[in-house]
């Protein structure tokens, strides 16, 4: 026999008219086949015998008996006992070799979807053989598999010249009916294999759970917003833009290459929207902190914004009159500022809210007690309700 197996068990010989019979329980049977499993092979057929549940025998049919085939290797001579689930339709073993040699890279990243579909042990399945595919992301994964997809393709017409395909039910580099589902079925198997990988990456995503975190942490701020006690209620950070602005949420998702995670987010987004929906529209900016008027600083405010014809603005105004200094450790200013206010909308937004944005007027310090000639700096921008009638 190949692979130096020995049989180790003892047969049960019995003595009966001149010929020597096996009793089931001590022929080789295929542990991970049905006790059931019989091919039904006649005297004299060639067939394929599953030694150890992993290893390819060619043998030929002798007899059979009671559900036990004795049949001869044809590697060796040697008359060897079966049970019947051990024992399969013919099928060209070496030729079946070369096939799989040439395609093993090609089914490894569908074999966990064939354990899950067939309700089977994947280590079963896998054997000692398989080699963990690896693949940086699921874009990529995506992107290999669908241009090996032609190579699936050519494994299942070399299949087509087996003469048969039995399920061997042993692991997949000796189950033919292993590789010739996956490779007939291969666009059903691509979209399970880029489907588990996604659902994998979103269950232990680091990306995704710092997120949802903060989202958590958001929704916290807006809930327990008491206008009482409390300055701002959170609506300023980008977690509450995207609860609320589809376009941004896709932009953001977009940029950081992070679509795969889009349902879990607008899951995790929703609840923080609704929260914005009941409090937003009786959250208004403070201009009575902000009532210091100076023409030439808010025109120079309003440069800070990206477009300014697409904003409505409805007030403007600077918290100081006079400056404030920033100074370094050693005393010597940075520069001096003024914080300053913008009440608008944005007329190309995707949702119902204004905003209170942040802008600062800053000179940089020059040297010998001289300021630079002034510009303005977007800090932030917070979303708010909308003055009564705005459109």
């Known amino acids: 026999m190949k692979k130096g197996f020995i049989l180790t068990f003892a047969f049960s010989i019995i003595i009966a ?29 060639l067939a394929v015998a599953v030694t150890s549940g992993v ?17 001869i290797d044809q590697d060796d001579g040697e008359t060897l006992y079966f049970q019947a689930n051990a024992v399969y339709p013919f099928f060209d073993v070496p030729q079946f070799g070369k096939i799989i040699d040439q395609g093993k890279n090609y089914i490894s990243p569908y074999l966990e979807c064939y354990a899950q ?55 997949f ?12 079925k291969r666009a059903e198997y691509f979209q399970c294999a880029v489907g588990e990988r996604e659902t994998r990456d979103i269950k232990d995503s680091p990306w995704l759970s710092i997120h949802k975190q903060d ?20 609506s300023d950070t980008e977690y509450a ?3 609320v602005s589809l376009k941004k949420r896709d932009e953001w998702l977009r940029g950081a290459n992070a679509l795969v995670f889009k349902e879990p987010l607008d899951i995790a987004l929703k609840p923080l929207a609704e929260a914005l929906a009941k409090k937003l529209p009786t959250y208004f900016p403070k201009m009575e902190k902000y009532s210091v008027r100076n023409a030439g600083e ?20 600077l918290m100081q009159s006079a400056w404030q200094i920033d100074q370094g450790v050693l005393g010597i200013p940075n520069a001096r500022y003024k914080n300053g ?41 917070e979303l708010v309700g909308c003055p009564a009638g705005a459109k």
């Not at 059979?64 to 049949?71: E, F, I, L």
């Not at 989202?215 to 959170?234: E, F, Q």
């Not at 808010?298 to 990206?306: C, Y």
């Not at 510009?375 to 932030?380: D, G, I």
């Open 55 to 71: 290893y390819l025998e060619t043998v030929r049919i002798v007899s059979k008996s009671s559900n036990v085939y004795k049949v």
């Open 117 to 171: 579909k067939h309700n089977l042990d994947f280590d079963k399945v896998k054997g000692n053989s398989y080699s963990k595919p690896y693949f940086a992301n699921v874009q990529l994964m995506e992107k290999q598999l669908q241009e090996e997809l032609p190579n699936l393709a050519e494994t299942e017409n070399l299949l087509k010249t087996l003469a048969a395909r039995p399920d061997t039910f042993a692991p």
């Open 298 to 317: 808010e025109a120079l405010m309003k440069r800070a914004l990206e477009n300014p014809a697409r904003y409505k603005i409805f007030k403007v105004g």
């Open 341 to 381: 206010l913008i009440y608008l909308r944005d007329t190309e937004a995707d949702h119902p809210y204004c905003y209170a944005t942040y802008v600062n007027v800053i000179q940089d310090y020059a040297g010998g007690g001289r300021y630079a000639a002034s510009r303005s700096k977007l800090v932030l921008d």
């Open 241 to 243: 833009l995207y609860a």
């Open 173 to 184: 580099v000796s189950n033919p009916a292993v590789w010739v589902e996956i490779a007939s």
């Open 215 to 234: 989202i958590a942490k958001t929704l916290k701020r807006v809930n327990d917003y008491d206008p009482a006690t409390k300055i701002s209620m959170g």
């Open 17 to 45: 008219f001149g010929s020597i019979t096996v009793s089931a329980q001590d022929a080789e049977s295929n542990p991970n086949a049905p006790q059931t499993y019989d091919a039904n092979l006649k005297t004299g057929d």
